[in-house]
């Protein structure tokens, strides 16, 4: 009977320590205080673990939701900035192209 004490009370400490452990890797990463006091109500070491890992999957899709949508916005911006660069020089060539027609008809008057 002493041991079934001594083993819930050990029990009780490895789950706050790991509460405890979690709570700081996830702060770390970004993970937002009311998700991490979800933590607190486990029961179990399995249940802190099966948190802690759901809340780590959750914030890492978010960051690669995050990277894909920078790509993306990189990749419009390049797009747009070669297409910027198409149309000046376009116009660049076109007036030069006017004033070295213009220069041929005051030549010819």
Not at 1 to 7: H, P
Not at 56 to 82: C, M, P, W
Request: charged content about 25%; aromatic content about 4%; proline content about 0%.
């Amino acid at each position: 009977m002493e041991w079934a004490v001594k083993g819930s009370v050990n029990i009780s400490l490895i789950i706050i320590i790991l509460t405890s452990d979690a709570k700081n890797s996830l702060a770390s990463l970004g993970v937002s205080e009311t998700d991490i006091n979800k933590l607190s109500v486990a029961a179990s070491v399995r249940d802190v673990e099966l948190s802690r890992n759901k809340l780590v999957s959750d914030r890492f899709s978010e960051l690669q939701s995050k990277l894909n949508n920078a790509h993306y916005l990189n990749i419009g911006l390049g797009t747009l900035s070669v297409g910027i660069l198409v149309i000046l020089t376009w116009m660049i060539l076109k007036d030069r192209k006017l004033l070295s027609g213009q220069e041929d008809e005051e030549v010819k008057e």
